[in-house]
């Protein structure tokens, strides 16, 4: 079955932290994604990536940063976690050239 | 800048009951709208729609796409408690590098009491 491992289901981290948020796909896909969740908002594209070592800037960049060293493997980067990145983080990958994405399981982050 | 309008925001229905969730869209370039269930979970994927007009069905659920009045609805008949959950709407244009940059609605809250 495949499958997007998101590594931490619940993070609690305080202002001024960095954080990293893993995901790890093992279906061979080119592309991988960051999304937020908020209430109300839907889901928001933070960060995409179409290769390795490759980034490509979504809807709401600001206060984020990735790392794609390895095809399987994108990392979500919170420099300085500040309160209003208290969110639902969701990572997605799919083939190139194709629109339906897999989503993993979701990261659910606190900074207090 | 893309736009989806996901209504209503929630709905309360008993078991057998049939439910429309609509999707409004504007987006640039236009190349497919897709649903998505979320339950605690990751969402998961339900059907993608690109041409006007073909329903797409799978048991109880069908969707269909009306490109020129930018909305597509999803059905589900005879809804069950394993239907409730968070439904999801997305477009997605079409030119670039956009392949699976979707721009998504707020969802649907279906909840479904026996």
């Known amino acids: 079955d495949v499958k997007v491992t998101q590594s931490s289901r619940y993070l609690v981290k305080r202002t001024g932290e960095k954080v990293f948020l893993e995901c790890v796909q093992d279906?061979?896909?080119?592309?991988m994604f960051w999304y937020r969740q908020d209430p109300g908002l839907g889901l928001r594209l933070i960060y995409f990536s179409y290769d390795v070592k490759m980034k490509e800037k979504g809807d709401i960049p600001e206060g984020y940063s990735v790392s794609r060293e390895k095809k399987e493997r994108f990392s979500l980067i919170l420099e300085s976690a500040s309160t209003n990145q208290t969110s639902m983080y969701l990572c997605?990958?799919?083939?190139?050239?194709?629109?339906?994405?897999?989503f993993g399981a979701g990261s659910r982050l606190t900074v207090l | 800048e893309d736009k989806v309008v996901q209504s209503p925001l929630s709905l309360v229905v008993h078991e057998g009951d049939t439910v429309t969730l609509n999707c409004s869209y504007e987006v640039t370039n236009f190349r497919s709208l897709l649903w998505y269930k979320q339950e605690k979970k990751a969402p998961t994927f339900l059907f993608m729609l690109?041409?006007?007009?073909i329903e797409k069905k799978s048991g109880r659920l069908s969707s269909i796409l009306d490109k020129k009045e930018l909305f597509s609805i999803l059905n589900i008949t005879a809804t069950q408690t394993g239907d409730s959950a968070v439904y999801l709407c997305?477009?997605?244009?079409?030119?670039?590098?956009?392949?699976?940059?979707?721009?998504f609605g707020q969802g649907t809250i279906l909840t479904v009491h026996p």
């Open positions: 997305a477009v997605e244009p079409a030119g670039g590098t956009s392949y699976g940059k979707l721009t």
């Open positions: 279906m061979d896909h080119e592309n």
């Open positions: 997605a990958s799919s083939l190139p050239w194709a629109n339906v994405l897999t």
């Open positions: 690109t041409s006007s007009g």
